[in-house]
């Protein structure tokens, strides 16, 4: 019996852990995210924002990336770029369709930022929330 219960202990603490990390959570979202900034890879990272007027974007897809990839890389750059980064625990809205995830970026000149970053669920998958 204990043996059992162990087992079953073990079984749910790798399902929550796997949740955790997985793309398809607010956190697992705001982790892709942080991680492709910090790559430099500017299009995986803008590529998981939702936008309602996704037609409008893709015609503007090339203008929209560089603009994006312009502001991201000077202001990463002028603090030395992403050292690491840690993501906290997402607070989600009573509809469990947005969440809030806290994070920090520690920056290669040893600054720090705090901020949020503000998710949304569209048919089962999370994105970062652009607003749109």
Do not use: R
Not at 95 to 106: E, I, L, R, S
């Amino acid at each position: 019996m204990k043996k059992m219960i162990l087992l079953a202990a073990v079984a749910l603490i790798t399902v929550c852990f796997a949740a955790c990390t997985s793309a398809n959570t607010p956190e697992g979202v705001t982790k892709a995210y942080l991680t492709a900034v910090q790559k430099g890879n500017y299009e995986k990272a803008l590529n998981l924002y939702y936008s309602k007027d996704a037609k409008h974007d893709k015609e503007n897809e090339t203008d929209i990336l560089q603009m994006f990839e312009d502001k991201m890389k000077t202001s990463i750059e002028d603090k030395q770029g992403i050292a690491s980064f840690e993501v906290g625990v997402a607070e989600l809205s009573e509809d469990g369709n947005k969440a809030v995830v806290p994070y920090t970026v520690h920056y290669g000149d040893g600054s720090d930022k705090e901020t949020v970053m503000k998710t949304v669920k569209v048919d089962g998958k999370w994105y970062l929330d652009s607003g749109k």
